[in-house]
């Protein structure tokens, strides 16, 4: 079946840790982005690609990167310079139909 | 940036009444999308409306589209316990890719 993985469910990291968010899809879609979702609020765009080794910030990209080496990966990485990092975080990916997006399940990232 | 609104933030029914939610939006868009959250889980894709379109039907949903007053809303008919989640409307900016912007949601329950 096709679809989008993202691991780990659930991450702990400590201050100051660099931690990376994995976000596979066997969808062959060419768009794939990342959304940071806090709790009673929508979703809001970290980072986009749409072609591989391209990639584009969104609307709060500061504190994190991100690689898109290969179509099927676009990994996510949090870094010490995110200050408020605990959220949900979903990846999601996108055809050249525009038909929407397919989501991952998520992962729920907390500061210890 | 642009980001959809909906309307009402909670909503609470009866098993078998239907429900219904709006979205506002403020300026043109290419398409708007509905999509369901179940609670910790990532985002399902309902159905997706263009911007040349007013109506649109999948199974017991019905979205309409009025881009003259910037608003769509999503009806659920004859609703079921299982349809309890939360509702994103999300809007696709004309010209750009596929980017699109979500709203904050419609938490609905379905009381059996």
């Known amino acids: 079946d096709g679809g989008i993985t993202q691991s780990p469910k659930y991450l702990f990291r400590k201050e100051g840790q660099n931690v990376t968010l994995s976000c596979e899809q066997n969808?062959?879609?060419?768009?794939m982005y990342w959304y940071r979702q806090d709790p009673g609020q929508g979703l809001r765009l970290i980072y986009y690609s749409q072609i591989v080794n391209d990639f584009q910030k969104g609307d709060i990209a500061e504190g994190y990167s991100v690689s898109r080496e290969k179509k099927e990966s676009f990994p996510l990485t949090v870094t010490s310079a995110q200050k408020n990092p605990t959220a949900f975080y979903l990846c999601?990916?996108?055809?050249?139909?525009?038909?929407?997006?397919?989501f991952g399940s998520g992962t729920r990232l907390t500061v210890v | 940036s642009q980001q959809g609104e909906e309307d009402p933030q909670a909503l609470s029914i009866q098993e078998g009444e239907n429900a219904t939610m709006n979205c506002s939006y403020k300026t043109s868009i290419n398409n708007l999308q509905w999509y369901r959250q179940n609670s910790g889980r990532g985002l399902v894709h309902l159905i997706l409306?263009?911007?040349?379109?007013r109506e649109k039907h999948s199974g017991r949903l019905r979205v309409t589209l009025d881009t003259s007053k910037k608003s769509s809303s999503l009806l659920i008919t004859a609703s079921r316990a299982a349809d309890t989640a939360s509702y994103f409307c999300a809007t696709a900016y004309s010209g750009g890719y596929q980017k699109v912007t979500f709203g904050t949601g419609t938490k609905l329950q379905v009381i059996p």
């Open positions: 969808l062959n879609h060419d768009a």
């Open positions: 409306i263009r911007s040349n379109e």
């Open positions: 999601a990916s996108e055809s050249r139909d525009n038909y929407g997006y397919t």
